[in-house]
């Protein structure tokens, strides 16, 4: 039982962060999100874990390095907890390599040190990856604390390899883009050409599209 503002709330004890519902939290002041305000019941019902993962959400972003423990097994993947909150890393972000049996890799209550790929801050969810912090494929199969260990320098290593495809993919857009406009002057200068022909191949040039082939390019490459 809580004193909010004067009045009494219940706290559920699975809606606290990291802690039991025991007598040594009376006096703490602990923050708070309502879950449930009835007045005419007069009924109040507050989290701890809510206002928690919610101000811990605040901070994080994609790319971040987390730490957490591993708290459940499923055969799609592990349940990590991380600052109350708790993240999923799904089988096929946990190493490069194939997985076959998971608690093979990772076992519950391990420590366990991730990158965040994904977050729902509405809900409160994360998605996590271990391969992403993988100096080589297979890493974490073969010697997972050599990937936490590494993880930050990795982490690193990934972020500038994601920027400079980033780039790439920026840079031969603008090129497609800038042969568009090329095409289309060669249209317009073939349209005030009395002379143009079919070019020998049965077809008049005039008819033909020209931007096919910037479109087969465009779909090469964002495929």
Request: overall charge negative; charged content about 30%; some cysteine.
């Amino acid at each position: 039982i809580c004193l909010v503002e004067g009045l009494r709330a219940f706290l559920p004890g699975s809606h606290l962060a990291g802690m039991m519902p025991t007598e040594d939290l009376i006096g703490t002041s602990l923050p708070l999100k309502f879950l449930e305000v009835n007045q005419e019941n007069n009924k109040l019902v507050v989290s701890n874990r809510r206002a928690v993962v919610e101000q811990q959400m605040a901070n994080l972003s994609r790319g971040d390095i987390v730490e957490g423990t591993v708290r459940a097994i499923k055969p799609y993947g592990a349940f990590v907890e991380v600052g109350g909150m708790s993240g999923l890393l799904h089988i096929s972000q946990v190493s490069y390599d194939r997985i076959v049996d998971l608690t093979k890799v990772v076992y519950v209550d391990m420590p366990i040190k991730c990158m965040i790929i994904d977050h729902d801050k509405a809900n409160g969810r994360i998605a996590l990856s271990t391969k992403t912090l993988e100096p080589e494929p297979g890493a974490m199969i073969k010697n997972p604390q050599s990937v936490f260990d590494e993880a930050e320098e990795t982490a690193q290593k990934y972020h500038e390899r994601m920027e400079k495809e980033r780039v790439a993919r920026e840079s031969a857009a603008r090129d497609i883009v800038l042969g568009l406009g090329d095409s289309l002057e060669e249209l317009g200068m073939g349209l005030d050409d009395d002379d143009a022909d079919d070019g020998g191949d049965g077809v008049d040039d005039a008819a033909k599209d020209p931007l096919e082939d910037l479109s087969d390019s465009l779909d090469s490459l964002l495929s």
